[in-house]
């Protein structure tokens, strides 16, 4: 069975619910799924086939506290991420202008500086519009994984 690991940053616990809630998409779709919440370089350079990223922003586009050793330690060492392929779920509330999924933005832009590929589109969710973040993030992993042809036979 492929791997998938859902990489969560949260500050308050809201891209944690998201990434149990979309979990049993993936195991639906054939994969076995680990949520890593206090993520670790070897989380995207050793054994996933896939990884996603649930990340909320805190502050003025800051990465959450939990998610700030695993940034620092991607810009410290610069592993080749050439094999990561990944999807992305930004969270944030566009009251805060520029800085609306600053995090989600900012870690887009360092994978694919060390060279992981983005399948599809990122997905920003803003708090201003939705409540409940689950009910944005759940059809479009349905449709990501459809789009992607992640399903296994």
Same mark, same amino acid.
């Given at each position: 069975?492929?791997?998938?690991?859902?990489?969560? #940053?949260?500050?308050?616990?809201?891209?944690?619910?998201?990434?149990?809630?979309?979990?049993?998409?993936?195991?639906?779709?054939?994969?076995?799924?680990?949520?890593?919440?206090?993520?670790?370089?070897?989380?995207?350079?050793?054994?996933?086939?896939? /990884?996603?990223?649930?990340?909320?922003?805190?502050?003025?586009?800051?990465?959450?506290?939990?998610?700030?050793?695993?940034?620092?330690?991607?810009?410290?060492?610069?592993?080749?991420?050439?094999?990561?392929?990944?999807?992305?779920?930004?969270? #944030?509330?566009? /009251?805060?202008?520029?800085?609306?999924?600053?995090?989600?933005?900012?870690?887009?832009?360092?994978?694919?500086?060390?060279?992981?590929?983005?399948?599809?589109?990122?997905?920003?969710?803003?708090?201003?519009?939705?409540?409940?973040?689950?009910?944005?993030?759940?059809?479009?992993?349905?449709?990501?994984?459809?789009?992607?042809?992640?399903?296994?036979?």
């Amino acid at each position: 069975m492929p791997t998938l690991t859902i990489v969560v #940053g949260t500050m308050y616990g809201g891209a944690l619910d998201v990434a149990e809630q979309v979990k049993p998409l993936f195991e639906q779709a054939g994969y076995t799924v680990e949520i890593s919440e206090q993520p670790t370089v070897e989380d995207v350079t050793q054994g996933s086939d896939l /990884s996603l990223f649930c990340v909320s922003t805190t502050g003025s586009g800051d990465f959450p506290g939990n998610f700030v050793p695993f940034v620092r330690s991607l810009k410290d060492q610069s592993p080749s991420l050439t094999k990561l392929r990944y999807g992305l779920i930004a969270l #944030g509330d566009s /009251s805060y202008g520029d800085t609306f999924c600053g995090a989600g933005r900012a870690l887009d832009e360092l994978l694919q500086d060390l060279g992981a590929r983005r399948l599809g589109e990122r997905l920003e969710i803003d708090a201003m519009e939705t409540f409940m973040a689950d009910d944005a993030a759940l059809p479009w992993v349905e449709e990501w994984i459809d789009d992607q042809q992640l399903k296994v036979a």
